[in-house]
């Protein structure tokens, strides 16, 4: 094992190197300028040390509320918009129910 291997081992965040197979390491996937996967080693957290495998994250809650803003395209999966579907399904399920037995109950079924 190589001295700067040997100094890394162990620290939080190093490099997750299989020594002589590279082809067995985790690669870091993250997009490039050139839109193709980026093929370097991953560090702990799954980003090599160029697409945010140093990084330990945001810790100010303005900075994770920034990350938040950044990252959300338009809501449509938030919990308050999931929940805005569950309730107008449930409300189309009950109009329909009821109109359905209107239209029973007065021989027009
Ligand atoms: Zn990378």
Do not use: Q
């Not at 690669?27 to 839109?35: E, S, V």
């Not at 918009?81 to 409300?91: D, G, H, M, T």
């Not at 239209?103 to 079924?109: F, R, W």
């Amino acid at each position: 094992m190589s001295e700067s291997l040997s100094i890394r081992a162990g620290v939080p965040g190093a490099m997750i190197k299989t020594e002589g197979k590279a082809h067995a390491s985790k690669k870091c996937g993250a997009k490039t300028r050139d839109g193709d996967p980026c093929k370097n080693w991953a560090m702990t957290n799954g980003r090599c040390r160029m697409h945010g495998g140093k990084s330990t994250g945001a810790k100010t809650l303005e900075g994770r509320e920034r990350i938040r803003k950044a990252r959300t395209k338009h809501g449509r999966y938030s919990a308050e918009a999931i929940e805005n579907r569950r309730l107008f399904r449930a409300f189309l399920h009950y109009t329909n129910d009821l109109i359905a037995k209107i239209t029973d109950d007065m021989g027009l079924g």
